[in-house]
């Protein structure tokens, strides 16, 4: 029996209904022909291939691009079969059958040049069974251009040139300017024959996660429509508010069910998990498809998204240009900032943007600026807790219990025992550490807050200052300030004459100011006070 039929049985057997979930299932005729849900996206498609030809979209890893492609490839196929009941079925007349040729360069890690030539080579060669070969053409833009001439003559149509994943060599050789140049060198003179094709070629589309420079890569394609920040296509992956509301309400009731919670509070909770990436000015809340669907699948709320990968060279991009990891929770960006190439970058913020950690909050039209944020707490907790050995080589904070401990001791507002296991967690990092600054304490106090889960904003304006963290509770404002070499009293004074707690005087909860201060020989806290507001 094949899995959707042991799934169904299986279902059949406890007494419920549940769908099929793509979850691993990237392909649109597998996703159809196999009753998998699918969210239509194919009047958006309707709408981008009767008004353009050459497009680039970049989304986050796993946000549905090769599904993209393949209902590209599907639709120009003329695969009318596979769009029956979705809007494309009444919006498109035609329905031909052009030439598509596909490329996926996610199949594979490229650590040489050999592991880029081996998959262009295994690609071309599967085109080449079908339009035929020519012993002339020996490069891979020379085989290119003959699969693309042929195909156009034998079919009597256009060719329709699909590319997914276009960035995967240059991704994984980021840490190799050598190889990456070369990989890059051997791209450009690939792609080039695009711009040679363009009166053979019906439709062209690239998907990737970095944007790349157009000059080192796709130089020729002058025509490219970048559309990854455009509101009108900004819902072309992913699944919006909208969608969910009106597209998953009974699988959203399922989740609601089986962890005791109403209907709305397992939507607040989904939103707060999943939600949150918005790709444009104007773009509607989008959740990302990977966890929500897994968290419907297994109806638990898992950090699947996260947990399917680790952005181990961000991580290392931020070391390198000492980037204020505190500053990325609420950073602003110019327009031009976003079209940085990835191969020179020196700041990593579009890098995160592009990779999905963070995410468009506000844009300011005025400034043409926008505001980025981590997009929910899966990618922000996630993030956090990759950070940390960064900073905190020693194993303590692995600890549950210490987490558990910590957690509930600010969640019961006893800030005594929280401050007490702090100090003892200060004294277990290792004393040949080098970093005796004010800011390198204030940051793994940012890093261990941010890890429990705990509503923590560092650096908070105020009308006469920054408080160094404010951290919220369900009953409690705590508001922090931190010295070195200091006196928690200092502290505390300076809590009162920059008025950094009024800000928070209306807000019901109770305001606790913290005064700590570290020693820089002994690299623990020497004195902490604790004062309600």
Request: charged letters at 25%; a negative charge.
């Amino acid at each position: 029996m094949d899995r959707e039929g042991r799934q169904r049985r299986h279902t059949e057997a406890m007494g419920q209904e549940r769908r099929l979930y793509p979850i691993g299932v990237q392909t649109f005729e597998k996703i159809r022909s196999g009753s998998y849900l699918y969210i239509d996206k194919t009047e958006l498609i309707h709408e981008l291939v009767m008004n353009g030809t050459v497009y680039f979209l970049s989304r986050p890893r796993r946000f549905g691009k090769s599904l993209l492609v393949t209902t590209l490839e599907a639709y120009f196929s003329g695969r009318r079969d596979l769009f029956r009941g979705l809007a494309m079925e009444r919006l498109e007349e035609e329905w031909a059958e052009y030439p598509v040729l596909h490329f996926d360069f996610s199949g594979t890690k490229y650590f040489s040049e050999a592991d880029l030539d081996e998959q262009l080579d295994l690609m071309l060669s599967r085109m080449e069974r079908v339009y035929g070969s020519d012993s002339g053409e020996v490069s891979y833009a020379g085989r290119l251009s003959g699969i693309i001439r042929r195909a156009y003559v034998k079919t009597g149509r256009q060719v329709v040139f699909l590319v997914d994943e276009y960035d995967a060599p240059l991704l994984d050789s980021t840490g190799d300017a050598g190889l990456q140049e070369k990989l890059r060198n051997r791209l450009r003179s690939f792609y080039s024959v695009v711009k040679m094709s363009d009166a053979m070629l019906r439709f062209v589309f690239i998907t990737g996660i970095s944007k790349f420079s157009q000059m080192s890569i796709f130089s020729e394609l002058n025509s490219l429509q970048n559309i990854s920040m455009k509101d009108r296509f900004s819902a072309i992956c992913g699944i919006t508010q909208r969608e969910v509301e009106e597209q998953l309400r009974p699988d959203v009731e399922a989740l609601a069910q089986k962890n005791g919670e109403s209907y709305a509070e397992a939507m607040a909770h989904l939103r707060r998990m999943y939600d949150g990436y918005h790709f444009s000015p104007e773009c509607e809340d989008i959740y990302n498809p990977f966890s929500l669907l897994n968290a419907l699948n297994d109806r638990r709320y898992g950090k699947y998204w996260f947990a399917s990968g680790t952005p181990t060279f961000l991580i290392e991009m931020l070391r390198r240009y000492n980037f204020d990891i505190e500053s990325l929770d609420g950073t602003v960006l110019r327009a031009e900032g976003f079209d940085v190439p990835t191969e020179s970058i020196t700041d990593p913020v579009p890098v995160l943007y592009q990779s999905g950690y963070l995410t468009i909050k506000e844009y300011n039209f005025a400034g043409d600026l926008y505001t980025l944020a981590y997009p929910n707490d899966e990618v922000r907790l996630g993030f956090i807790n990759s950070l940390i050995p960064a900073y905190l080589p020693d194993p303590y904070y692995k600890k549950d219990s210490f987490i558990y401990s910590f957690t509930e001791s600010l969640r019961r507002g006893d800030i005594g025992s929280c401050m007490q296991q702090l100090t003892a967690f200060f004294a277990s990092i290792p004393y040949d550490l080098e970093n005796r600054t004010e800011k390198h304490y204030h940051t793994i106090f940012y890093l261990l807050f941010s890890m429990m889960g705990l509503y923590v904003e560092s650096e908070v304006k105020s009308a006469a200052g920054r408080a160094d963290i404010v951290l919220k509770t369900a009953t409690h404002i705590y508001v922090f300030e931190l010295k070195v070499d200091g006196s928690a009293d200092e502290a505390l004074r300076q809590i009162d004459s920059r008025g950094y707690l009024v800000p928070y005087t209306a807000d019901g909860r109770k305001l606790v100011k913290v005064g700590v201060n570290f020693d820089s020989a002994t690299r623990t806290v020497s004195e902490w006070k604790a004062v309600e507001g």
